[in-house]
């Protein structure tokens, strides 16, 4: 079983940037890859990026690149987001998961996940 818990959101002006955190209980072979993703009310739970434990390999959604960061401290088994350009329409719950690394950019592929974080972008 590994519990995530996440942190470091909040409300932010658009252009604005944030750094979300998810500190792992521990790391496994069914948890080699981080992900987070963002939900909206009413809407799909959506990736946003993922990296892997194990090697420096990453994945972003398009809405994302060259504004978003994710990152990892293999030390602390924590993995980051940061948020830069903030736009209004980043606004979601967003959260922190942990899979196989089988399909990184789906929701199916991960199998454990923290209890969200709200990000609020103002216009």
């Known amino acids: 079983q590994v519990q995530l818990v996440e942190s470091g959101g909040g409300l932010v002006q658009a252009g604005g940037s944030l750094r979300l955190s998810c500190a792992a209980s521990?790391?496994?072979?069914?948890?080699?890859?981080m992900g987070w993703f963002r939900q909206v009310p009413g809407k799909e739970r959506e990736f946003v990026a993922a990296?892997?434990?194990?090697?420096?390999?990453?994945y972003y959604a398009d809405s994302v690149k060259g504004r978003f960061t994710i990152s990892r401290d293999n030390a602390k088994n924590t993995v980051y987001l940061q948020m830069n350009s903030l736009k209004p329409e980043d606004t979601a719950v967003y959260y922190c998961?942990?899979?196989?690394?089988?399909?990184?950019?789906?929701?199916?592929?991960?199998?454990?996940w923290g209890q969200g974080t709200q990000v609020t972008v103002s216009s």
């Open positions: 521990a790391r496994t072979f069914s948890s080699n890859t």
């Open positions: 998961a942990a899979g196989a690394g089988v399909l990184p950019r789906v929701r199916q592929g991960y199998e454990y």
């Open positions: 990296i892997r434990w194990s090697v420096s390999i990453t």
